[in-house]
């Protein structure tokens, strides 16, 4: 007979730092700290706590009043695990661990936990990895005092040896050496497909937002694809690309990635850069942004941050997309509908119900197309590789044959006219 899993009861705490610059509004970003460790499978989160602070102390986080306070309330409520949405140093975690007696996990050590019980494939896994054992890499306090000193040589008498913070940074130093020459390979293989696609050259539209904006749903639905998609923070981590047909317009490569959020550590993004590099190769991108969601705005700041961080300037082709219309009451979707059809680049829609999916694809395929001029040349019977091509990419207009050849008529987008000439 099966053993119902034990879980560990958690307790998610904000801290909200008066002190703290652009800091978030302190009731969504507590409810997106118990929303990251509800997507934990083994966390059972009994209670969550705003802690207000004047400003942060070195040592402990809190002050000692509070701190009291507060083991109270988690002793009383049997709390195995303590969740700070933020960030704390190594001191302040063992101070914590200390005072209040049970484990404690920053925002960045939760999210790692998360990518590490999502990531499938083989490239997500050891960019997970890697990120973890940089994270780790800075939380070696010297915690192990009965290890201070090992024995030095060659079991002879002599000076002290390393400390064991120091063997465990090596031997981190050397795992995170060998995760990189595998991630070497893979993001290699990587490189290849997508030169592999340049050559058929399908315009890649990528779509980007927050974690749980409903870029798989988006995905599922232009795709016909069975992608993940549930109302949970990093439901998707595994990039995913299908080609889809335009209605009235070019064929394209859609390419669904990983959710951002705000804070997100920077040994992810880091570890993600190869991954997100198919955003950095995309014609068009989609920022999908959850409309109904009360801090969409940050949000939105967030995404813009970290795109502007992987190096995404602002002149590449972008279309806002309000998602999750139907989430609204019809008074404030009507409002939000009206808006976007004042703005350039806005389209609201549903990914659900498909409302506004076919304006959205029109806008898409508009931006595709570019400037597009017409041209006259020639090809001889010989080219017959680059006649096929023409064809491919429904550019001919005209065609007349001749004693040397081709008569072509093709009206053509430069970087169209530029593949061409790469043949």
Do not use: C
Request: aromatic share 4%; hydrophobic share 45%; net charge negative.
């Amino acid at each position: 007979m099966e053993h119902d899993r034990i879980r560990t009861r958690a307790w998610v705490l904000h801290p909200d730092i008066k002190s703290d610059q652009g800091r978030r509004p302190a009731e969504p970003a507590l409810a997106e700290g118990v929303a990251l460790a509800e997507a934990l499978p083994d966390l059972d989160v009994v209670g969550s706590t705003v802690v207000r602070l004047p400003k942060a102390h070195a040592g402990m986080l809190f002050g000692s009043g509070k701190i009291e306070e507060l083991k109270d309330l988690l002793h009383s409520n049997e709390v195995d695990l303590v969740l700070i949405d933020g960030p704390v140093s190594p001191v302040q975690q063992r101070n914590l661990e200390k005072a209040w007696k049970v484990k404690i996990l920053d925002r960045t050590g939760l999210i790692l936990e998360i990518f590490s019980d999502r990531a499938r494939t083989r490239e997500g896994v050891l960019q997970v990895e890697m990120a973890a054992l940089s994270y780790q890499r800075t939380r070696l306090v010297r915690a192990w005092t009965h290890l201070e000193r090992q024995r030095g040589g060659l079991g002879f008498v002599g000076g002290p040896g390393e400390t064991q913070i120091e063997a465990d940074r090596r031997a981190i130093d050397d795992q995170l050496v060998n995760l990189r020459r595998q991630l070497a390979k893979v993001v290699k293989t990587r490189s290849l497909h997508r030169a592999a696609r340049a050559k058929i050259p399908f315009p890649i539209v990528a779509l980007v937002g927050y974690t749980n904006a409903g870029k798989s749903t988006l995905f599922n639905r232009l795709t016909g694809a069975e992608v993940m998609a549930k109302d949970m923070l990093f439901a998707t981590l595994d990039p995913t690309m299908r080609r889809v047909e335009m209605p009235d317009g070019p064929e394209i490569i859609l390419s669904d990635t990983v959710g951002f959020i705000s804070d997100l550590p920077t040994e992810l993004v880091a570890a993600f850069r190869a991954t997100l590099e198919e955003v950095l190769a995309a014609d068009v991108i989609l920022h999908v942004r959850d409309i109904s969601h009360e801090d969409s705005q940050n949000q939105a700041n967030d995404v813009a941050a970290i795109l502007s961080t992987l190096g995404v300037d602002e002149t590449r082709a972008q279309i806002e997309v309000w998602n999750k219309l139907d989430q609204l009451p019809e008074d404030v979707a009507e409002a939000r509908r009206q808006r976007a059809a004042r703005e350039e680049g806005i389209h609201a829609i549903s990914a659900l119900t498909g409302e506004g999916i076919e304006a959205l694809l029109d806008d898409v395929a508009l931006k595709l197309e570019g400037v597009r001029h017409v041209e006259e040349f020639t090809l001889s019977f010989a080219q017959g590789k680059e006649r096929a091509w023409l064809f491919q990419q429904d550019v001919v207009t005209n065609e007349e044959q001749g004693e040397e050849g081709f008569a072509l008529t093709v009206r053509w987008t430069d970087k169209q006219k530029a593949q061409f000439k790469a043949l």
